[in-house]
């Protein structure tokens, strides 16, 4: 050993290998002197997982595809398909507040008489924009069988249509009266081109003003008619019926198993360190002795 070694209170093995260093070696002979706990740990990781498998109820997911109400457009040949009623992000931000839920969809949803029913509903449901379609949100609804996350589905679209067809009623109502008026109007117009033609004032000023405006209240009459009678053609409406598949989503199997396992593993491994090194200590303070 050279002085340097004996002044820094260092010891070197006779190969050169500083006593502190760990090598591959030692950390094999680590391994099989622990493999046991760490094995046992596993297994009690995987015995976890199976009792958390088996504890934990199983959760089925409806989805559905849901177009949203419209109101005829006032000119077909700028926007033949209509105008939203509600924007699929105003829908979105609705439904995530818990004073938007009815006691009929708390009760679809299996949640009647369970506390903060309307928050648990808030937060367990998933309303998304359809990807590429401005008019479409999706929905995701959750039960503990196939059957109950269908059933909630039908209540919060049921939910989405009323409170759709609230929102266009008054302009529908509008559309009505307007209507009514313009023909009024325009049977007036009618009336006095008829005398016109018969007096013979057929090229007067009131007579060409007055046939002008014929012609524009039977275009606004044709559009307002559009946006009253297709008023049922574009009200909410299911894209495709409600899917609920007979495969849970919860739990998942495999990320339980896995995690047990691994989580055993780890904690195993820590133990037998923590058991090692207590050892060195004890070694240690017995030849310092």
């Given at each position: 050993?050279?002085?340097?070694?004996?002044?820094?209170?260092?010891?070197?093995?006779?190969?050169?290998?500083?006593?502190?260093?760990?090598?591959?070696?030692?950390?094999?002979?680590?391994?099989?002197?622990?493999?046991?706990?760490?094995?046992?740990?596993?297994?009690?990781?995987?015995?976890?997982?199976?009792?958390?498998?088996?504890?934990?109820?199983?959760?089925?997911?409806?989805?559905?595809?849901?177009?949203?109400?419209?109101?005829?457009?006032?000119?077909?040949?700028?926007?033949?398909?209509?105008?939203?009623?509600?924007?699929?992000?105003?829908?979105?931000?609705?439904?995530?507040?818990?004073?938007?839920?009815?006691?009929?969809?708390?009760?679809?949803?299996?949640?009647?008489?369970?506390?903060?029913?309307?928050?648990?509903?808030?937060?367990?449901?998933?309303?998304?924009?359809?990807?590429?379609?401005?008019?479409?949100?999706?929905?995701?609804?959750?039960?503990?069988?196939?059957?109950?996350?269908?059933?909630?589905?039908?209540?919060?679209?049921?939910?989405?249509?009323?409170?759709?067809?609230?929102?266009?009623?008054?302009?529908?109502?509008?559309?009505?009266?307007?209507?009514?008026?313009?023909?009024?109007?325009?049977?007036?117009?009618?009336?006095?081109?008829?005398?016109?033609?018969?007096?013979?004032?057929?090229?007067?000023?009131?007579?060409?003003?007055?046939?002008?405006?014929?012609?524009?209240?039977?275009?606004?009459?044709?559009?307002?008619?559009?946006?009253v009678t297709s008023n049922q053609n574009?009200?909410?409406?299911?894209?495709?019926?409600?899917?609920?598949?007979?495969?849970?989503?919860?739990?998942?199997?495999?990320?339980?198993?896995?995690?047990?396992?691994?989580?055993?593993?780890?904690?195993?491994?820590?133990?037998?360190?923590?058991?090692?090194?207590?050892?060195?200590?004890?070694?240690?303070?017995?030849?310092?002795?």
């Amino acid at each position: 050993m050279s002085q340097q070694d004996r002044s820094s209170g260092v010891h070197s093995s006779p190969n050169g290998r500083d006593d502190n260093d760990i090598s591959l070696i030692d950390i094999l002979r680590f391994l099989k002197s622990a493999y046991k706990a760490i094995a046992i740990f596993g297994l009690a990781g995987i015995a976890l997982s199976i009792a958390y498998l088996a504890m934990t109820s199983k959760q089925y997911e409806a989805s559905v595809q849901i177009a949203m109400a419209q109101i005829g457009a006032t000119n077909n040949n700028i926007n033949p398909p209509g105008i939203n009623i509600e924007e699929p992000a105003l829908l979105i931000s609705r439904l995530s507040s818990p004073t938007s839920y009815t006691p009929e969809v708390i009760a679809a949803c299996g949640l009647q008489g369970q506390a903060n029913a309307t928050v648990s509903l808030s937060k367990s449901i998933k309303l998304t924009p359809a990807k590429g379609v401005a008019s479409v949100v999706e929905l995701k609804t959750f039960g503990l069988t196939p059957q109950a996350a269908q059933e909630c589905a039908l209540g919060v679209f049921e939910l989405i249509k009323t409170t759709q067809a609230q929102i266009v009623a008054p302009y529908i109502e509008e559309a009505k009266i307007k209507l009514a008026d313009d023909q009024e109007r325009l049977q007036k117009a009618k009336d006095l081109v008829a005398r016109s033609d018969k007096s013979g004032a057929a090229m007067s000023a009131s007579y060409l003003s007055t046939r002008d405006e014929i012609r524009y209240l039977l275009d606004e009459i044709t559009a307002l008619k559009n946006v009253v009678t297709s008023n049922q053609n574009r009200a909410t409406r299911m894209v495709a019926p409600i899917y609920a598949s007979d495969t849970p989503i919860a739990p998942k199997k495999r990320m339980a198993l896995a995690a047990g396992l691994l989580g055993g593993l780890f904690l195993g491994l820590l133990i037998a360190l923590a058991r090692q090194m207590v050892l060195m200590l004890k070694s240690a303070s017995v030849g310092v002795l």
